[in-house]
């Protein structure tokens, strides 16, 4: 398996023997199958990858294994100063990483940029978050004797990861993992695992110590299951879809899991917003990374009175999006990442309008930049609460309008839906802001922002009851979400406390 396209050869010196598996501190390619990774702008070839086998996944988790509780022994400032010494080595090769994401994800090298940025910082959070992480001494009721908490990791953890964010999504698991004394075994999606073999080479030359982290590339269904399923892994961190997430919890039934799954989060623009502002944080969540995003702008929900204003707003934005090959100058949006988010987005869009949606600009894929996988930015008007469009995850450039009666019928709307992520609220009334966010069922509820505002130290996940996931991660939240609290009593026979 050491087959590269020339043509990135220059981003991933040397070729041949590192574009494999990394499992137990060395890189492997002996595979008997092979997939190929595709740039979706090109449909050029990048590189052929090792098709990993289940027994591949299991060596590697015994790998992660060995290592685990040499790794937990270590102090919590080593690790932390391993995770800080691993940012600044991704900064340092900030410009070669995220060259490769452009190229196989799709999206606007400067979009990449500043993904790659994110998945730096990343790291030196879950160094500084895991260095002042502290427990509780507990007042005993047992005379003579006190109790206090630690926190310990879970073990080995699987982590599984999608194709929109594979930089930085993976940084937002391995990270807190790593700092909190886990080993990993790690899977990314097949459609962007050459950007995965070229950050493990990165943390890699960072000189972790063997086994820590291991990198299995492959099937979802073959190794990711391996690795979720497998008795010797102890908890479970996945981004992905809604479907694959609740397959994986239920091939890893008791372990504890983090899963981050999907959203079709409403931005509520009631008639006294800012409509220019709205429009443009509709826009930039429909749009930034080609709208393939778990927070995006799934749908408005517009009060009636200003909803064609509105429409007109953000189709003026719509129209001055540059669409085109990522890599060049000025372009705003790149293709969709794979031909499932394509035929997905063109079914939702085609279902609205054969239901009497109104299609105001886009509307349909743009083969002639050089590839089926371009889809125009598209609006559209008159959607209504009950079409697919409204009620699935589109994962694309896409900003369905749903004119409603007051904030009633917008608050009812917005709760009636399956997805529980992220929603928005545009209003220049601040206290009825704060009261309807109190109302709405997601994880986050931004005001007067879009719908994909997120800073990473900020708890992000899905609603109870909603399938949008489980648990939490971002800053504290995930290092609290992978580790485990243990309490320790211990006897003070000639101990008065006086103090709480």
Not at 112 to 127: C, I, L, R, S, Y
Not at 182 to 190: F, G, R
Request: aromatic share 6%.
């Amino acid at each position: 398996m050491d087959k590269l396209n020339p043509n990135i050869s220059a981003d991933l010196p040397p070729i041949a023997e590192r574009i494999g598996n990394f499992i137990g501190g060395a890189w492997e390619n002996a595979e008997a199958e092979s997939f190929e990774v595709i740039n979706p702008a090109t449909k050029e070839v990048l590189a052929a990858l090792p098709k990993s086998s289940r027994e591949t996944a299991r060596r590697a988790v015994d790998a992660a294994v060995a290592a685990q509780n040499g790794w937990a022994r270590t102090s919590v400032w080593e690790r932390a100063n391993l995770c800080a010494a691993l940012g600044k080595a991704i900064e340092a090769r900030a410009s070669e990483l995220a060259r490769v994401l452009s190229m196989e994800q799709g999206k606007p090298i400067a979009e990449a940029e500043g993904e790659v940025g994110a998945a730096a910082h990343g790291f030196h959070m879950a160094a500084e978050m895991v260095r002042y992480a502290t427990g509780e001494f507990v007042g005993g009721a047992t005379e003579g004797r006190q109790v206090i908490t630690r926190r310990f990791p879970r073990g080995v953890y699987a982590v599984i990861t999608p194709w929109n964010y594979p930089v930085n999504i993976p940084i937002e698991y391995i990270a807190p993992g790593l700092a909190t004394g886990n080993t990993i075994v790690w899977t990314p999606a097949p459609t962007t695992s050459l950007v995965a073999v070229a950050l493990m080479r990165i943390l890699a030359d960072a000189g972790m110590p063997p086994g820590i982290l291991n990198l299995v590339l492959g099937e979802g269904a073959v190794v990711g299951d391996e690795i979720v399923s497998s008795p010797k892994t102890n908890a479970i961190g996945f981004t992905g879809s809604t479907a694959t997430g609740h397959r994986i919890a239920m091939r890893g039934a008791g372990k504890p899991m983090v899963l981050e799954l999907g959203g079709n989060g409403p931005l509520i623009v009631r008639r006294d917003a800012d409509l220019r502002r709205a429009a443009e944080a509709a826009a930039f969540g429909a749009f930034s990374n080609c709208g393939q995003i778990c927070a995006a702008t799934g749908r408005v929900l517009a009060d009636a009175e200003i909803a064609e204003a509105l429409a007109k707003e953000i189709v003026a934005i719509a129209e001055r999006q540059r669409v085109g090959n990522p890599m060049h100058q000025g372009i705003t949006m790149g293709p969709l990442n794979n031909a499932n988010v394509a035929r997905k987005v063109a079914e939702h869009v085609e279902n609205a309008i054969g239901s009497g949606a109104k299609c105001l600009t886009g509307g349909r894929s743009i083969p002639e930049l050089g590839s089926e996988l371009f889809y125009a930015p598209t609006v559209l008007s008159h959607v209504t609460p009950w079409m697919k469009i409204a009620r699935e995850e589109t994962f694309g450039p896409v900003v369905p309008i749903i004119a409603l009666s007051g904030d009633d019928e917008i608050l009812q709307v917005a709760n009636d839906t399956e997805y529980g992520l992220s929603m928005a609220i545009f209003t220049r009334d601040i206290e009825r802001g704060l009261a309807m966010s109190s109302e709405l069922s997601a994880g986050i509820v931004n005001i007067n922002e879009s719908t994909v505002f997120w800073e990473t130290h900020m708890a992000f996940g899905g609603s109870s009851g909603t399938k949008s996931g489980l648990g939490r991660i971002g800053g504290r939240h995930a290092i609290e979400a992978m580790s485990e609290v243990r309490s320790v009593s211990i006897p003070f026979p000639n101990y008065n406390a006086t103090g709480l």
